[in-house]
């Protein structure tokens, strides 16, 4: 006699953990551009002496610098200052952006350049502009994810590798068990069939036994 293993479908939940290994979160990181330092050495200004310092990237709104009043003046920011960030930058693309004066007639521009997150170093960028401004922007995380400098670690980088090694653990253990569980279900259902088989083959047996006694009852009558 032969008895096939019973081959129980996926699991729902097993279809749905795949689900969930195959969209892990990868280590996405906003690229937050701030202004560390900035030394204007000209105001652009016609008439009056005081700039209107403002910043825009392609696509962004005006940032206006309302503390930068004085040329030749290092002024140095915390980062949290009410305007900051700059800008965000995106990991392969550079955005073009500008620092210009406010001005009445036609605002000056002190330059216009390509920003790109591969240029900050160590999560900085210095831009120079001869006779214009000497700026230093911060980005940590335009260097974490870089590639390039391995070296080079920060823990906002290393935190998200953490977590996602958490979850694969956490996953693969419960996955185990599913497969344990699904298997001794199996096995259960299999013992279930051989039980339900082997009392149709008693019966059976039983059947057979009362025909066997038939014919002996005939045989002996004749
Ligand atoms: C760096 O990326 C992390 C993760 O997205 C984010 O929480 C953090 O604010 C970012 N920091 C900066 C300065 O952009
Ligand atoms: C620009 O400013 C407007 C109004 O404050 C805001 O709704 C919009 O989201 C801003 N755009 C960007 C790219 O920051
Ligand atoms: C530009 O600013 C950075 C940071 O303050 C400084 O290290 C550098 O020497 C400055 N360069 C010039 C030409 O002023």
């Known amino acids: 006699m032969r008895w096939s293993r019973p081959i129980s479908p996926p699991h729902?939940?097993?279809?749905?953990?795949?689900?969930?290994?195959?969209?892990?979160?990868?280590?996405?990181?906003?690229?937050?551009?701030?202004?560390?330092?900035?030394?204007i050495f000209t105001t652009g200004k016609w008439f009056s002496s005081k700039p209107t310092l403002y910043f825009r990237c392609n696509g962004d709104n005006m940032t206006y610098l309302p503390d930068v009043k004085e040329a030749n003046?290092?002024?140095?920011?915390k980062g949290e200052e009410s305007w900051q960030p700059l800008t965000e930058l995106a990991e392969k693309k550079c955005k073009r952006c500008g620092l210009?004066?406010?001005?009445?007639?036609?605002?000056?521009?002190?330059d216009e350049w390509e920003?790109?997150?591969?240029?900050?170093?160590?999560?900085?960028?210095?831009?120079?502009?001869?006779?214009?401004?000497?700026?230093?922007?911060?980005?940590?995380?335009?260097?974490?994810?870089?590639?390039?400098?391995?070296?080079?670690?920060?823990?906002?980088?290393?935190?998200?590798?953490k977590t996602s090694v958490?979850?694969?653990?956490?996953?693969?253990?419960?996955?185990?068990?599913?497969?344990?569980l699904a298997l001794f279900g199996g096995y259960k259902y299999w013992l279930k069939k051989k039980r339900e088989r082997d009392?149709?083959?008693?019966?059976?047996?039983f059947e057979e036994g009362d025909d066997m006694d038939d014919e002996l009852g005939l045989s002996n009558e004749i």
């Open 12 to 39: 729902p939940l097993l279809v749905v953990l795949f689900v969930a290994l195959c969209s892990i979160p990868g280590t996405t990181s906003s690229r937050l551009v701030t202004l560390d330092t900035i030394d």
């Open 73 to 77: 003046l290092i002024y140095t920011f």
């Open 100 to 110: 210009y004066d406010d001005d009445f007639f036609k605002d000056h521009v002190f």
């Open 115 to 161: 920003m790109c997150s591969t240029e900050f170093k160590d999560g900085k960028y210095t831009h120079l502009k001869e006779g214009q401004f000497n700026a230093t922007f911060l980005c940590p995380n335009c260097t974490a994810s870089a590639g390039d400098s391995a070296a080079h670690h920060s823990g906002s980088e290393v935190e998200p590798k």
């Open 166 to 180: 958490a979850v694969i653990i956490v996953v693969s253990v419960l996955a185990s068990v599913l497969v344990i």
């Open 199 to 205: 009392q149709l083959r008693f019966l059976k047996l």
